[in-house]
């Protein structure tokens, strides 16, 4: 049984950092691509990262040079690294596993099978 559980989000000022992290079990978590996205109430859930069984990561645009995509395969653990963060940033924040090797091109929600519960951020300015 696949499980993702999130943790590390809380409440932050404006430039300040969090680290958000996501321990996975049930499955062979070294081999599978991994994200994270985010979601505001009434918005779509985004992509921010994703990083495959090979340590190639990508990014949304708006993130790139601020947050950082990482895991530790020894832990089963993924995490997020955010720094610089803005109001923008606010958001619930989930981690989400994808059963190939291989992430795709595009970070999409449509493309991954299973989720976690997610992590609020906030950001105040």
């Known amino acids: 049984q696949v499980q993702l559980v999130e943790s590390g989000g809380g409440s932050v000022q404006a430039g300040g950092s969090l680290r958000v992290s996501c321990a996975a079990s049930g499955y062979n978590f070294r081999r599978n691509c991994m994200g994270w996205f985010r979601q505001v109430p009434g918005k779509e859930r985004e992509g921010v990262a994703q990083?495959?069984?090979?340590?190639?990561?990508e990014y949304k645009d708006s993130v790139k040079g601020r947050f950082t995509i990482s895991k530790d395969n020894a832990k089963n653990t993924l995490y997020l690294q955010m720094n610089n963060l803005g109001p923008e940033d606010s958001a619930m924040y989930y981690c989400a596993a994808r059963m190939t090797w291989s992430c795709l091109a595009a970070i999409r929600n449509t493309d991954y099978n299973y989720w976690g519960q997610g992590t609020q951020v906030t950001v105040s300015s």
């Open positions: 990083i495959d069984a090979y340590y190639n990561t």
